[in-house]
């Protein structure tokens, strides 16, 4: 029988996406995305260097930070500080490596582009929400690249987004919110590019371990929502005033 789930979506549906952009005015790239309950601001700013350890190289650096805004679930959830989160530090690292894939670092010359993504509302797929808020702010903030500088479509090759997808009750269940998540006996964090490629798979069984078939389903799940992320990430560059939203 058929999972019943939260606003009467279908298995295989994307949540309600909007896509807002120019949401911090001083920023060069800025996002506000919701996915469903989910709601992550997504910042990019360039900064005129590149760490120590790359300088003279002649080649860009794109970094990520992550954090959950003390409000953003129902008990309030302290402020990084000094501390070292480790579910933190995995999810900058995972944004970082997405966004690297699609930008030509050699291009860019010696600048660091830092990206943002500070989560407001949580409910589930927060590290998927940002990639996907983020790649659009990052294509905004190399709009504003100095001239003479590379053309910024030269820059970024080609989009990223990322999804999550699970097996709950033995269903494939594409972007999961936070009950589903909770209770899936797996789930996995997809990342791809607009040519169909892979960044990033992350998963791991929760209960019962899943077959091969069941992952060939959950990716093939995963891919067709990324293809519909990506149709809502170009509409919004389009330069559209309103929200985008994905089809249902």
């Known amino acids: ?20 952009r120019g949401c911090i005015r001083a920023a060069p790239g800025s996002v ?19 760490p120590e350890w790359m300088r003279g ?27 070292v989160d480790g579910r933190v530090t995995e999810i900058q690292r995972l944004i970082g490596r997405a966004l690297r894939s699609v930008v030509e670092l050699d291009r860019l010359g010696e600048r660091t582009i830092w990206i943002d993504c500070d ?19 990052l294509a905004d903030a190399l709009r504003t690249l100095p001239p003479g500088s590379p053309d910024p479509r030269s820059c970024l090759c080609e989009a990223v987004a990322a ?9 494939v269940l594409l972007d999961l919110d936070y009950a589903e998540d909770s209770r899936a006996d797996a789930d996995l964090n997809i990342a791809m590019t607009a040519s169909g490629r892979f960044v990033e798979i992350q998963g791991c069984a929760e ?9 060939d389903r959950m990716l093939e799940a995963a ?19 309103r929200p ?5």
Do not use: H, K
């Open 57 to 83: 190289q002649g080649r860009g650096w794109v970094t990520a930070e992550y954090d959950m805004l003390p409000g953003s679930t129902g008990r309030r959830r302290p402020r990084n500080r000094l501390r």
């Open 32 to 50: 506000l995305i919701r996915m469903g309950g989910t709601a992550v601001i997504c910042s990019a700013t360039i900064e005129e260097t590149v």
């Open 163 to 171: 999804v999550s997808v699970g097996l709950v009750d033995g269903q």
């Open 1 to 20: 029988m058929p999972i019943r789930r939260a606003n009467g979506r279908r298995p295989l549906e994307l949540r309600p996406v909007t896509i807002r």
């Open 119 to 137: 989560v407001l509302e949580a409910d589930g797929g927060t590290r998927t929400a940002a990639i996907t808020g983020a790649c659009v702010a």
């Open 244 to 248: 985008t939203r994905c089809p249902r």
């Open 223 to 241: 891919s067709r929502g990324i293809r519909q992320l990506l149709s809502v990430q170009a509409r919004a560059l389009a330069g559209r005033s």
């Open 207 to 215: 209960g019962t371990p899943f077959s091969r078939a069941d992952l």
